[in-house]
């Protein structure tokens, strides 16, 4: 997607024909507007390049019929990227829980809530199917993530209510949605709390912190790599029993957020309706 979209007219020519002078003049290019993209660009020619060198080197001579630019040339001239720290706050979870029942279409609501409740990431819950569920022992099989490797987590309860209601409406796929940002807008619109898909999973991670969940654990919960640097943590093997518990905590944090601020969404819909009744 990234190629045809930043360099469509470059597919049909052959590798060897793209000189760093012209990368790095379409890197410029494509970073005025979009910085993040523009090194994903040029990512994605760099692997093509190493891919290319591996499958057509010459392994007498050692010589490959590619231009080696790939380190070096492309290495030096990143656009800075910021990673993202936006996440939902505690005190706004009770308003933007509420929004997202005000959709009308349930899988959205569902799948909003069931991305805060378990960290996933939005591609791996709209692909699901029901066959990685296994609602007796409440937990998730994945088996393919970002990362290359399967996934098995255990399910809190507030997520595996979720899924028993949803089971029973007959589609293959838990949350049969290909589109999500119209519905982002609504919540957003309904609620005032900007978020992304993303954003809950950085929600679920923030919230594990703020429930004293281990480091690892929440690392082996969101299925993101372990420090190198560590042998401990390298030797670290967490099952789902183990992991049970910091899951269990971490959707009650989130249940009681929304419960204990309930109170208040209401008092403000009733203003809001107040003030809308005084100004006709």
């Not at 080696?68 to 030096?76: I, V």
């Not at 720290?85 to 005190?91: G, Q």
Request: hydrophobic share 40%.
């Amino acid at each position: 997607a990234t190629l045809r979209r930043y360099v469509s007219d470059w597919l049909p020519l052959p590798l060897a024909r793209l000189t760093p002078a012209a990368i790095q003049q379409r890197h410029r290019t494509v970073a005025d507007t979009a910085p993040v993209a523009a090194n994903a660009l040029v990512r994605v020619l760099r692997l093509l390049v190493r891919h290319g060198h591996r499958k057509f080197r010459d392994t007498a001579t050692g010589l490959s019929p590619l231009p080696d630019w790939s380190s070096d040339t492309m290495s030096r001239r990143w656009k800075p990227e910021k990673r993202r720290r936006r996440y939902i706050e505690p005190a706004d979870l009770s308003a933007w829980w509420a929004a997202t029942a005000e959709l009308k279409k349930t899988a959205g609501r569902d799948l909003f809530r069931f991305l805060l409740l378990t960290g996933l990431r939005v591609s791996e819950a709209k692909n699901m199917t029901w066959d990685m569920v296994n609602m007796r022992a409440g937990s998730l099989h994945l088996p393919s993530t970002k990362s290359g490797e399967s996934l098995d987590v255990p399910l809190n309860e507030p997520a595996l209510a979720i899924l028993r209601e949803r089971h029973t409406q007959g589609n293959p796929h838990p949350f049969p949605l290909t589109e999500t940002k119209h519905l982002t807008r609504k919540v957003v619109a309904a609620c005032g709390v900007d978020f992304s898909p993303h954003d809950l999973r950085r929600s679920f991670i923030s919230y594990a912190a703020l429930c004293n969940v281990a480091s690892a654990a929440t690392k082996a919960l969101v299925n993101h790599a372990q420090p190198e640097g560590s042998v401990t943590d390298g030797y670290m093997v967490f099952s789902l029993d183990t992991l049970r518990e910091p899951a269990e905590r971490i959707g009650a944090f989130i249940l009681h957020q929304v419960e204990t601020r309930k109170a208040d969404v209401v008092e403000l819909k009733k203003a809001d309706f107040a003030d809308c009744i005084v100004a006709r």
